[in-house]
């Protein structure tokens, strides 16, 4: 019944721009801290940036100063705007949705930096 898709994934090269999407349904993103995470081939999952309820943002010390994460709750959507993009941002990036003991994640977007 709940269902978070990411969209906007796809090849970009050093140094370009690419926006993320997460669209939520069965789930109200009001009521929850999101964030998004990335997992490169052959690495463990990472945390790139958190949004709380009530709007704090943390990054990830990697993607400081390079990434946005912001939430519009009215459209139920979470964005990650992504900058100075470089090959180690290559991963799948997943929107991730939790509050009151339950996570739900989605389907992962894929995002490649290359030449």
């Known amino acids: 019944q709940v269902q978070l898709v990411e969209s906007g994934g796809g090849l970009v090269q050093p140094g370009g721009s690419l926006r993320l999407s997460c669209a939520a349904s069965?789930?109200?993103?009001?009521?929850?801290?999101l964030a998004w995470y990335r997992q490169a081939p052959g690495k463990q999952r990472e945390l790139v940036a958190t949004i709380t309820r009530g709007g704090l943002i943390n990054y990830g010390d990697s993607v400081k100063g390079r990434i946005t994460i912001s939430r519009d709750n009215a459209k139920n959507m979470l964005y990650l705007q992504m900058d100075s993009l470089k090959p180690e941002d290559t991963a799948v990036y997943y929107c991730?949705?939790?509050?009151?003991?339950?996570?739900?994640w989605g389907q992962g977007t894929q995002v490649t930096v290359s030449s």
């Open positions: 991730n949705a939790g509050g009151a003991g339950l996570t739900y």
């Open positions: 069965g789930i109200r993103f009001s009521l929850y801290a």
